[in-house]
């Protein structure tokens, strides 16, 4: 029997596990992104606009925020998981399953996003909030609507790379219980020596991915053709 058909006769066997795992990964990553854009984008603006010669210049608020992204940018996402393990018992009260996934996910994911967002605002002319600024415009209203206007199509792309990450956080999550396509490859493929399961869950996870990637693409096409 070759590959092929052995594959093509343990599909209808292993397709629910596969689906329940990519439908776990998704759920991970959707709340992960969304907690990362609610907390990561208004970190990132703070970033920019409390730095010297920002709109509100604060150093020392800026330095402390900056501490606090790096610290969280530095330590291993699969460290990070372990080291919140309370913090995710408290908020969700388990440590085990996609739900409480979301916590380390989201904790690893801000600092990322932020930094992105920093950098993308960076990259708006100067010249165009000086001239907001010049005409009396409030500085809120400066930030939504020059600045964050301005670096949408770099927004975007930021978000993207976040959620790329996500999906490969997500992987790491099942190694410790966390659910998910990782939690599939460990479990059926790995502990298990099911060649078939580990080769599909790399093939799904490559979709996410590519799926993810392309549409954001598209999206950024047409934000930076407006």
Not at 21 to 30: A, I, P
Not at 159 to 177: C, F, N, P, R
């Amino acid at each position: 029997m070759t590959w092929l058909s052995e594959l093509t006769e343990r599909l209808p066997e292993m397709w629910p596990v596969l689906l329940f795992g990519t439908l776990d990964t998704l759920y991970m990553v959707l709340w992960a992104t969304i907690f990362s854009i609610l907390v990561g984008l208004p970190l990132g603006v703070l970033l920019v606009t409390t730095d010297r010669g920002g709109l509100t210049p604060a150093p020392v608020l800026r330095a402390v925020l900056s501490a606090v992204v790096n610290i969280g940018r530095s330590l291993p996402f699969i460290v990070l998981m372990v080291a919140v393990l309370a913090l995710t018992r408290l908020l969700t009260g388990t440590t085990i399953g996609p739900t409480a996934a979301v916590v380390p996910l989201s904790i690893g994911a801000i600092p990322f996003f932020a930094r992105l967002v920093e950098t993308s605002l960076r990259e708006v002319d100067r010249g165009v909030v000086e001239a907001a600024h010049a005409m009396g415009t409030r500085k809120l209203t400066i930030v939504g609507k020059v600045l964050l206007p301005e670096a949408l199509p770099g927004l975007v792309a930021g978000l993207v790379m976040t959620i790329v990450a996500l999906v490969s956080y997500s992987a790491m999550a099942g190694a410790i219980g966390g659910g998910g396509l990782g939690d599939v490859a460990i479990r059926k493929g790995y502990q298990q020596f099911d060649d078939y399961y580990l080769w599909a869950t790399v093939v799904l996870l490559v979709i996410v991915v590519q799926a993810a990637q392309s549409l954001g693409d598209l999206l950024i096409r047409r934000l930076s053709h407006r």
